[in-house]
């Protein structure tokens, strides 16, 4: 039964990651943190930070990650599985429409639509995100804020955006910043 429910939360997860593996992000954490409680917020967030690591589509890698922890590695396979199907099927659809129709104005308007929605889904995962990392107790007040995440955090995207150091190299360089912070303190 388990195997049953694990493809079809990650077909869904495929059938609607509509705009990429970051728009997709909070149809993955409504099936597995909020509907299956298969695992916590924070290992949701730690699941997409590994899942960055990693090569590959970040549904298909969070998809292996939790079919693993659910049901080893049949759940695993099940879960992967579960996620590519939709999505071959639809991107051969909609390769073909796109090909075949991409020059009518009704195409192009429908496309412009969709780009707003996509950025509204990745913001709403990011602020789920910055809440779980920012205060990982639950409850959002001042006075239970994490610095380390904080500074770490605005350290990051201060070096992301203006600096312009690949993804990879602040990454590594932040847990090696926490790990010795986790020494320190």
Known sequence: MI???LFLSFFQVGLLSIGGGYAALPIIQNQIVDLHHWISLQEFTDIVTISQMTPGPIGINAATFVGTK???IPGAVVSTFGTVLPSFIIVLFLAWFYYKYRQLKSIKAIL????PAVVALIASSG???IISAFWPEGSIMLSSINIESVIIFLVAFIVLRKFK???IKVML???VFALLISFIF
Do not use: D
């Open 70 to 72: 659910v049901a080893g």
């Open 165 to 167: 150091i690949g993804p």
């Open 173 to 175: 360089s932040c847990g």
């Open 3 to 5: 195997y049953l429910q």
């Open 127 to 129: 602020i789920s995100m």
């Open 112 to 115: 412009k639509g969709l780009r």
